[in-house]
């Protein structure tokens, strides 16, 4: 990572590209200035992981077990798009900025309802998201009570368009999947 830490002018002018030449509110603005401290450890660190995945319960919990054993190792920081101030009212610059300072997106993917859809999408449309992504796909047993409080299909979790991702991103090395918590972490622990 480079020594030099972001500004907020520079992480300004990286958000008004974002808003397609719309300018920040004094307001936005603000929101950004105060979150340019929180954001210190992705440009301090050697190694950041952004984690995505669902927020539902019992996602989150694995989201967090995902979080906990990257940040074991030896300086790195991982974090999730909550851990970074939620008073942003604009969650589309937040997951941009996040994801380009960030040297690694890890998706934990579990089924095709909520979680992070749209951010998977822009794996695949940009570039130099999808060179930095790494997704831990859940593959289902036919008894399974977490499938059961989700509400998953089990014979049919993911959409179309994730099946795409996780193909190429399979052929791209990048794709582990997990059946168990222990798996999971596995999943996490090849990575770092």
């Known amino acids: ?17 974002y808003l397609h030449e719309t300018s920040l509110m004094p307001a936005e603005y603000e929101t950004l200035k105060q979150s340019v401290a929180e954001l210190t450890p992705i440009f301090s660190t050697e190694r950041s992981y952004f984690v995505l995945g669902s927020y539902g319960r019992p996602e989150i919990r694995r989201l967090q077990l995902v979080k906990d054993r990257l940040n074991r ?5 991982a974090f999730l798009m909550v851990d970074v101030r ?6 589309y610059l937040k997951f941009r900025l996040l ?13 095709a309802q909520g979680g992070f859809l749209v951010e998977q999408g822009y794996f695949t ?5 999808f060179a930095k992504t790494h997704v831990f796909k859940r593959e289902y047993d036919t008894l399974d009570a977490d499938a059961i409080d989700t509400g998953v299909d089990i014979a049919n979790p993911y959409s179309g368009m994730q099946t795409t991702i ?5 052929d791209s090395g990048r794709l582990c999947r997990w059946t168990t918590e222990d ?3 596995k999943c996490a ?4």
Do not use: C, R
């Open 166 to 170: 996780f193909e190429m991103l399979d």
């Open 1 to 17: 990572m480079s020594e030099d830490p972001i500004s907020v002018d520079e992480l300004a002018e990286k958000a008004d590209e």
């Open 183 to 185: 798996d999971l972490v």
């Open 189 to 192: 622990e090849l990575l770092s």
């Open 86 to 91: 939620s008073e942003w009212t604009n969650t």
């Open 73 to 77: 190792q030896p300086d790195a920081y």
């Open 99 to 111: 994801a380009d300072y960030t040297d690694v997106i890890v998706g934990v993917a579990e089924h």
């Open 125 to 129: 449309a940009l570039e130099k998201y």
